[in-house]
């Protein structure tokens, strides 16, 4: 149980473009996800909390312009990657949570994203 | 500030031996303590975790130790295998709240 997927796995796109990466809770409902950036050999860093049916809430620092997250449904979360540049080449990551109170995050297998 | 502190940066044991990795976190208000454990191009899974009202929790090979007094808490890998090689990420959260605070992980090599 406890599976989250992610959709593409890997993506490459020209600077410029916009990107969506999927996020899926299959077998239980999301209350929260959360949306992570990862550089090589280094520590997750947290980009955005979301809530479903409510705005993300972003960490400081974070373009929330540049980086669109929809929480649409208890199992779906997207984020968006707008007007992409290659210093937005990273490994992201997702991660959900089944309640607002809930200590255990279930991760998605990430998506790399280049951009050229 | 809620920070985790994270030792060693990297690893390496010989097959069979004993992994050991430390943290220390400064807030008191942390009461949920997991390990996720990552290979390379996949996203983190949780391998164990303890709550402070029990100082060890043994799972299969795994083992957390907890020192509340010290604020440290400790992952213990028995009998390591090659298999065991990734990267180790130490976190902490707070009660009514999501999210996780990372330390900055160990990479460890089990040598064969």
């Known amino acids: 149980g406890a599976v989250v997927s992610q959709h593409p796995s890997w993506v490459i796109c020209k600077s410029g473009t916009s990107v969506k990466i999927e996020c899926r809770s299959l077998?239980?409902?999301?209350?929260?996800m959360f949306w992570y950036r990862q550089f090589p050999k280094q520590s997750l860093m947290l980009m955005a909390t979301?809530?479903?049916?409510?705005?993300?809430?972003?960490e400081q620092g974070v373009e929330k312009d540049k980086f669109l997250i929809n929480h649409a449904s208890l199992t779906l979360s997207t984020l968006t990657v707008t007007s992409a540049h290659p210093e937005d080449s990273s490994f992201y990551i997702c991660?959900?949570?089944?309640?607002?109170?809930?200590?255990?995050?279930?991760f998605g297998p990430g998506t790399r994203l280049t951009v050229t | 500030q809620q920070q985790v502190k994270q030792s060693p940066q990297s690893l390496i044991v010989q097959k069979g031996g004993i992994s050991i990795i430390n943290c220390a976190y400064e807030?008191?208000?942390?009461?949920?303590f997991p390990w996720y454990q990552q290979f390379p191009g996949k996203g983190p899974a949780l391998l164990i975790a303890?709550?402070?009202?029990?100082s060890e929790k043994k799972e299969g090979r795994f083992t957390i130790s907890f020192n509340k007094s010290a604020k440290q808490f400790s992952l213990h890998i028995m009998d390591s295998q090659p298999g065991d090689s990734a990267t180790y990420f130490c976190?902490?959260?707070?009660?009514?709240?999501?999210?996780?605070?990372f330390g900055k992980g160990t990479m460890l090599l089990v040598s064969p």
């Open positions: 991660s959900a949570s089944p309640g607002l109170a809930s200590y255990e995050q279930y």
């Open positions: 976190a902490a959260s707070i009660e009514g709240y999501s999210t996780l605070t």
């Open positions: 303890i709550r402070p009202d029990v």
């Open positions: 979301s809530n479903e049916g409510s705005k993300a809430t972003y």
């Open positions: 077998d239980f409902q999301a209350t929260t």
């Open positions: 807030n008191t208000a942390f009461d949920y």
